[in-house]
Nanobody, 114 residues
Framework: VQLVESGGGLVQPGGSLALSCAAS????????MGWYRQAPGKQRELVAT??????NYADSVKGRFTISRDNAKNAVYLQMNSLKPEDTAVYYC??????????WGQGTQVTVSS
């Protein structure tokens, strides 16, 4: 199983950016998918997760970020609005797939700067 992210880049404060992540390989069931981020010198932190029935957000992104999922495409998305400089980080896609195994993408850089 592989997860591949796309959509990172440079955006001005207050702007928007959308991230995508597609899972490929021998996939039978996806339980949870999510996004995490890691800023320089900081630990990796949860941004948002999604199951078939619920979403969960970090307090720092509530009301600004929206996570969604397309089960037919084995994909998860993150729409990021009203971006702030403190949102700058490498964003990682994450998925619990086929069982207890958790898979990670390679990460995509998001930079919020004027």
């Amino acid at each position: 199983v592989q997860l591949v992210e796309s959509g990172g880049g440079l955006v001005q404060p207050g702007g928007s950016l959308a991230l995508s992540c597609a899972a490929s390989g021998s996939i039978f069931k996806i339980y949870v998918m999510g996004w995490y981020r890691q800023a320089p010198g900081k630990q990796r932190e949860l941004v948002a997760t999604i199951t078939n029935i619920a979403t969960n957000y970090a307090d720092s992104v509530k009301g600004r970020f929206t996570i969604s999922r397309d089960n037919a495409k084995n994909a998860v998305y993150l729409q990021m609005n009203s971006l702030k400089p403190e949102d700058t980080a490498v964003y990682y896609c994450n998925g619990q797939i086929n069982g207890p195994e958790v898979y990670w993408g390679q990460g995509t850089q998001v930079t919020v700067s004027s």
